[in-house]
């Protein structure tokens, strides 16, 4: 048995939101295999192996909205009428209404709309029509609609905003810096910059003007070694990770006897000593030396009080702590082995026990969340208090990793036998496999979006900004099945509608700016929607292009945008314009076309930036490289972008970058610390004396017009 009728499968991938063909970064057009929408479409439930599945899988989906009472989900916009189908047995008779969060009712009113019945499932089916009134209040609600015979079904409906506001920054403008946190060290760190150093970080920048400090994400990672080091491929989105903790900031460490102290203090001096190393920073040890810490501190216990607090911040977080917490002491328990079937699922039996006999560890994992959590919050609130117009900007990262909480707590919503990437573009020629399962559309609506909106609020718990990385995630992502090389992917399209409002109404309770990043491969439409909705998008200088092949000019960027000069994917600004990112491919085999070639393009793109820098002044005839950096972030604050980002990296004169796309073991990505050119350690604590990053900043702001708000530096 096999499947001939090409014409139908591609039918029942497009009703389903899964591309049958793209268009590649050469701009040719390129047909998706029949095997790969197969693979596809099995990982969202359909298992066809002959044309008549095909036919039926077609005709089901056809069906699908009738075999419901009402839609899984409704997401829709404040200020707008909106129409709800509801599904009954044809002459039944129902009563549809609007419970609201905050309390209270509306009962809808019926839409004369006629729609000719249909036959499901041997039952003659109807479709009423009601209104969702234009008045709702913002929020998520819930339509309960009840049959003559008194059963009632239940739906989640989320209001959403028809756009963020945008915010509200002293001067109209604002500009931030930008940093890798892990990478930023002061001399008391445990091996790694944290929540002390951001803290430190904050009130500094915010101290010389800046209205915020981009971060990158501080999601959970593996609770024990080998810790992967790229904050892109956590365990869990939705919780931190406790790397980032400084053990002597929490509260129950003044009360801790002499010996208790002692064996804080012996654990720091394990990884005291690499704090100025230029060596990749290695997360395993600090964890190894926090865990030792972290353990004495919780056996010390709570006073009344303090458990009452964490008790209530459980209670807040609710069912997804216990099983975030749950899956740690597992990992704990069946560390270096695979773990048996009987707990392969949260809600299974053996998994159910194991919830009970681990209840101390479990305690223990939450613990660890509620400290972290006290940090970052005190970290936001010191960065406010300097008259940051936003504070900390988190970074929410597009995927998770295979084997790890999320994927674990949440798998009825991942997609099986897929991974994430990117097809091939100019930058990464072989395409990228981010190895991370993507979340399924159709489980999304059926869950209510509980998932992404219970995500998000915590990331947005202690920040005045999110930057979305890869947003286009919201809208469409590249599936790739597993086994199968990344161009030999396709696009499947989420409910970006949805998707976006879920966003927007959470941003909107917190209080919060909204950045995507909107790099790469986007339709036009996508950013003209994003911009209608409020988000921010993303400008990179070395990206900007006009239709003349030349750097675009200032006046052409965007006002809704954060503009930068480079991105934690590419060299510092020092390093591109040495080639760094054309040595670094060359050296690891990443390149396609011949290197004489890349390296020629290379230079001609750093001739045709300068002579761009050179038309509106900028630089003279032999500028220095310090001065074509200035140069380079002058120029983007001529821009109309709202928002400016200066990475710490190009701050201090750094050449190596974080991570190089498109390797793994290859590169040390993500475990530079933060050093000169020379690639000598740059602490916390050196960098108010530090003359390249005082002379950048000092740019900056002159452009601007900002002022010290703390004195002068």
């Known amino acids: 048995m096999s499947i001939d009728n090409s014409d139908a499968l591609r039918h029942l991938a497009d009703l389903n939101g899964v591309a049958t063909e793209f268009w590649d970064f050469h701009g040719a057009h390129r047909q998706v295999s029949d095997e790969t929408l197969i693979r ?31 839609p899984a989900c409704l997401v829709v916009r404040e200020g707008h009428e909106h129409d709800v189908p509801v599904h009954l047995p044809h002459g039944r008779s129902v009563e549809v209404s609007v419970v609201l969060e905050g309390g209270g009712s509306w009962q809808l009113g019926q839409k004369d709309h006629w729609v000719e019945p249909r036959e499901v499932d041997g ?13 709702l209040p913002l929020g998520w609600h819930t339509v309960v609609a009840t049959l003559d015979d008194g059963s009632t079904t239940r739906a989640p409906l989320a209001v959403t905003p028809e756009r963020l506001a945008e915010p509200t920054l002293a001067t109209g403008r604002g500009w931030g810096t930008m940093a890798q946190l892990y990478s930023v060290r002061s001399k008391d760190s445990w091996g790694m910059g944290d929540a002390r150093d ?139 082995e695979q773990w048996p079937e009987s707990v392969s699922h949260p809600s299974s039996p053996r998994t159910r026990l194991l919830r009970i006999e681990l209840a101390e560890r479990i305690d223990y994992f939450c613990w660890l969340q509620w400290i972290i959590d006290q940090q970052l919050q005190r970290a936001q609130a010191d ?7 936003l504070g900390l900007m988190q970074d929410l990262a597009v995927g998770v990793h295979p084997g790890g909480a999320d994927a674990w ?145 200032p006046e052409d960027y965007r006002h809704l945008a954060l503009a930068t000069v480079d991105t934690h994917d590419m060299p510092p600004a020092a ?39 050179r038309e509106y002044g900028l630089i003279g ?12 972030h002058r120029y983007i604050t001529l821009t109309p972008s709202q928002l400016l980002g200066i990475s710490l990296t190009d701050m201090v004169g750094e050449r190596r970058t974080q ?34 990053l005082t002379s950048l900043i000092h740019t900056v702001r002159e452009a601007l017009g900002v002022r010290d708000r703390l004195g002068s530096h």
């Open 40 to 70: 596809v479409l099995a990982a969202l439930g359909f298992q066809l192996t002959t044309d008549e599945d095909v036919h039926q899988a077609i005709a089901d989906v056809d069906l699908a909205p009738w075999r419901r009472l009402l």
């Open 123 to 135: 039952v003659l089916t109807g479709q009423a029509t009601f209104v969702l009134p234009s008045n």
């Open 198 to 336: 951001l803290a430190e970080l904050g009130s500094f920048f915010g101290s010389m003007g800046a209205d915020f400090l981009l971060i990158n994400p501080l999601h959970a990672a593996e609770m024990f070694p080998p810790i992967t080091p790229s904050p892109y491929l956590p365990t869990s989105r939705r919780f931190v990770s406790p790397l980032y903790i400084r053990p002597e900031d929490i509260e129950e460490v003044a009360y801790l006897t002499g010996p208790q102290r002692s064996l804080v203090r012996w654990a720091q001096q394990e990884v005291e000593g690499d704090n100025d190393s230029p060596e990749p920073i290695d997360r395993d040890a600090s964890w190894r030396a926090k865990s030792q810490a972290l353990a004495v501190i919780y056996a010390h216990g709570l006073s009344p009080a303090r458990r009452r607090e964490f008790e209530r911040f459980r209670s807040e977080m609710g069912q997804g702590l216990e099983d975030f917490a749950l899956w740690c002491a597992l990992a704990e328990r069946y560390r270096g």
């Open 383 to 389: 960065a406010i208090d300097t008259g940051m117009g």
């Open 409 to 553: 707590a949440l798998q009825d919503v991942f997609a099986r036998g897929i991974e994430v990437g990117a097809p091939p573009d100019m930058y990464n020629q072989q395409g990228q496999n981010w190895s991370q399962p993507p979340w399924r559309p159709d489980a999304l609506a059926e869950r209510g979006y509980e998932p992404l909106r219970d995500m998000l609020r915590t990331v947005l718990r202690h920040a005045g900004a999110i930057r979305v990385d890869h947003i286009i995630g919201f809208f469409r992502l590249w599936w790739i099945p597993q086994g199968a090389s990344p161009g030999d992917g396709t696009y499947v399209r989420f409910d970006h509608e949805a998707m976006i409002g879920v966003l927007l109404l959470e941003a909107h309770r917190a209080g919060a700016a909204l950045i995507g990043e909107d790099l790469g491969t986007v339709e036009p439409w996508v950013r003209d929607y994003l911009t209608e909705r409020g988000i921010f998008g993303t400008s990179v200088m070395w990206f900007e292009y006009g239709e003349d092949g030349l750097p675009k000019r």
């Open 575 to 613: 390093g591109y314009l040495a080639g760094e990112h054309v040595d670094v491919r060359e050296r690891l085999g990443l390149l396609v076309d011949p290197v004489e070639q890349v390296r020629a393009e290379a230079l001609a793109e750093r001739e045709r930036m300068l002579n761009r820098l």
């Open 621 to 632: 005839d032999d500028p220095t490289e310090r001065e074509i950096v200035e140069a380079m």
């Open 659 to 692: 991570n190089q796309p498109g390797t793994d073991q290859e590169y040390p990505n993500w475990k530079i610390p933060l050093g000169d050119g020379t690639g000598a350690s740059i602490l916390v604590e050196d960098l108010p004396d530090n003359g390249r």
